[in-house]
């Protein structure tokens, strides 16, 4: 394994007990950052903590993202365990299961937006101030291929992805001299826990898509991540990283 040189820096990663967000603070432990890992789960977010404290310093809190008090409460308390936050992870995200469009229940599909896209923005908006007034930091944010491709019976999680990809753009152009990078990757599905929303069928539809043959392993992704977040990572903004098996070339 490579190391990314990350010494020094304090990553936040929401979603951080388990999948794509445990690997990619287990990654950055390695490299030499401090995590602060927020969860909805609690259990489970104690468990990843006493896990990955053999790796460096982590800090947890409980944080229902969707809630602006919430997040603004959360992010203050990082400030003052560890005095700065040098890189954005926003990974928590959710299926909200399958149905086709007409079939999905309106609370379904706004809880969905809520989590996956809102909440970023949220997150970003409490902690873009302060890389802002440090002219430092990187901000990456965990979309899917689903956004690209847009998934047939999971209307309201490739829509919020897609939103999060422009989202990304966006905020990257608004940064672009601040010293902030922010780029979003687009990977494949992997065998996390957000299977057990799916059905079987879509699982499988998921991996016939994927000329590799195979799901997406979280390392693979913690590694992308890493180096997105690093200060070699200079001169890309606004990007979006393919990580598919190729099913993306685009």
């Known amino acids: 394994m490579?190391?990314?040189?990350?010494?020094?820096?304090?990553?936040?990663?929401?979603?951080?007990?388990?999948?794509?967000?445990?690997?990619?603070?287990?990654?950055?432990?390695?490299?030499?950052?401090?995590?602060?890992?927020?969860?909805?789960?609690s259990a489970r977010l104690e468990q990843a903590r006493a896990?990955?404290?053999?790796?460096?310093?982590?800090?947890?809190?409980?944080?229902?993202?969707?809630?602006?008090?919430?997040?603004?409460?959360?992010?203050?308390?990082?400030?003052?365990?560890?005095?700065?936050?040098d890189?954005?992870?926003?990974?928590?995200?959710i299926t909200g299961g399958n149905g086709t469009t007409w079939e999905l229940e309106p609370a379904v599909w706004r809880r969905v937006i809520e989590v996956n896209l809102v909440a970023p923005y949220l997150v970003s908006r409490a902690i873009v101030p302060h890389m802002i007034a440090r002219r430092y930091g990187r901000i990456v944010n965990i979309a899917s291929i689903a956004g690209k491709e847009g998934n047939a019976n999971a209307s309201h999680y490739s829509a919020s992805k897609a939103g999060l990809i422009a989202l990304t753009k966006s905020l990257g152009k608004e940064l672009a001299q601040a010293g902030v990078a922010v780029n979003c990757v687009t990977p494949a599905a992997a065998r996390t826990a957000i299977f057990d929303t799916m059905t079987q069928a879509h699982i499988d539809f998921?991996?016939?898509?994927?000329?590799?043959?195979?799901?997406?392993?979280?390392?693979?992704?913690?590694?992308?991540?890493?180096?997105?977040?690093?200060?070699?990572?200079?001169?890309?903004?606004g990007g979006v990283f393919d990580i598919s098996g190729g099913r993306a070339t685009y």
């Open 2 to 41: 490579n190391r990314i040189d990350l010494h020094d820096r304090v990553a936040v990663i929401t979603g951080g007990a388990q999948g794509f967000g445990y690997a990619t603070a287990a990654r950055m432990l390695d490299s030499g950052a401090s995590v602060a890992l927020w969860d909805i789960d």
């Open 51 to 85: 896990e990955l404290s053999g790796r460096g310093s982590v800090a947890a809190a409980v944080v229902e993202l969707s809630n602006e008090a919430a997040v603004d409460a959360a992010v203050q308390a990082t400030l003052e365990r560890f005095g700065q936050i």
């Open 87 to 93: 890189i954005l992870v926003n990974n928590a995200g």
């Open 206 to 237: 998921m991996l016939s898509k994927i000329p590799m043959g195979r799901f997406l392993l979280v390392e693979e992704l913690a590694a992308m991540v890493c180096w997105l977040s690093s200060q070699e990572c200079s001169f890309s903004t």
